[in-house]
């Protein structure tokens, strides 16, 4: 009976009937005080953009030459306003965590797109001289693509939707902040503790997630509905790890 039951899981039925909802964890606020001396050392930062293309979805990256903190927001399209709605997100990222960027080095092809809003953005732009790329926003390119390849071919699929690619990217990016980088403002606090003060937790963070299947059931117990664990609600989640942007 044991036997069969590790290999075919418990009976569907007992689940369907018996299972209750569980108590949720408590919820700890348990954020990183950064040094003041950090925040009034590194106030000012230069920001290096580039786009980046997965399967042909644009996506646009950063990253800072002080902090080392990487961005990877996907673009529905490469017009000036999915652009503009994108560094806006990176930009609030650094503002809400009292950092200012002043001062933005990208190549030639953001100049028609830039130049209009360079004023009301209050932040300066300096474009790569023609033919030329940004080295720093090359090489965070290069390291992300990388990253996300890995963990593509590390997956059990010979075909993946875009949705699922996009999240892909993000959560690959977003690793790359976890830890430490060399030539960093701190040998001890990560651009993810830097710009959030969120520190790492290992089951949240750092546990590998293999592809795998699970029943799960709806959150509404206000009343018993023999359908709370039939289509839609009775649903196979497919797991593969964090998704976590910025």
């Not at 606090?189 to 546990?207: F, Q």
Request: proline content about 6%; some cysteine.
């Amino acid at each position: 009976m044991e036997t069969a039951e590790r290999v075919f899981g418990p009976d569907v039925g007992t689940l369907k009937g018996k299972t209750v909802r569980k108590k949720s964890p408590i919820v700890k606020n348990d954020l990183i005080e950064i040094p003041p001396e950090i925040l009034e050392r590194y106030q000012d930062l230069v920001l290096e953009i580039d786009l980046m293309f997965v399967n042909g979805m644009p996506m646009l990256t950063s990253i800072d030459t002080t902090i080392k903190f990487r961005s990877l927001v996907p673009l529905k399209d490469q017009t000036a306003g999915e652009l503009y709605k994108a560094l806006d997100v990176v930009l609030r990222k650094y503002n809400k965590n009292k950092f200012k960027v002043n001062k933005i080095n990208c190549d030639q092809q953001f100049k028609p797109l830039m130049e209009d809003v360079e004023d009301s953005l209050g932040i300066r732009m300096d474009y790569a001289p023609r033919d030329e790329h940004v080295p720093a926003a090359e090489r965070n390119n290069r390291t992300m693509s990388k990253r996300i390849k890995v963990t593509y071919h590390s997956l059990p699929y010979n075909a993946m939707p875009k949705m699922m690619l996009r999240h892909l990217a993000m959560v690959s990016a977003w690793q790359l902040n976890l830890f430490p980088v060399k030539g960093g403002v701190s040998s001890y606090y990560s651009p993810c503790v830097i710009l959030g003060g969120v520190p790492l937790n290992y089951k949240k963070h750092l546990m590998s997630v293999d592809a795998i299947y699970l029943r799960s059931m709806s959150n509404d117990h206000s009343r018993v509905d023999m359908r709370q664990w039939a289509s839609p609600q009775e649903r196979r989640s497919h797991l593969t790890g964090c998704l976590r942007s910025l």
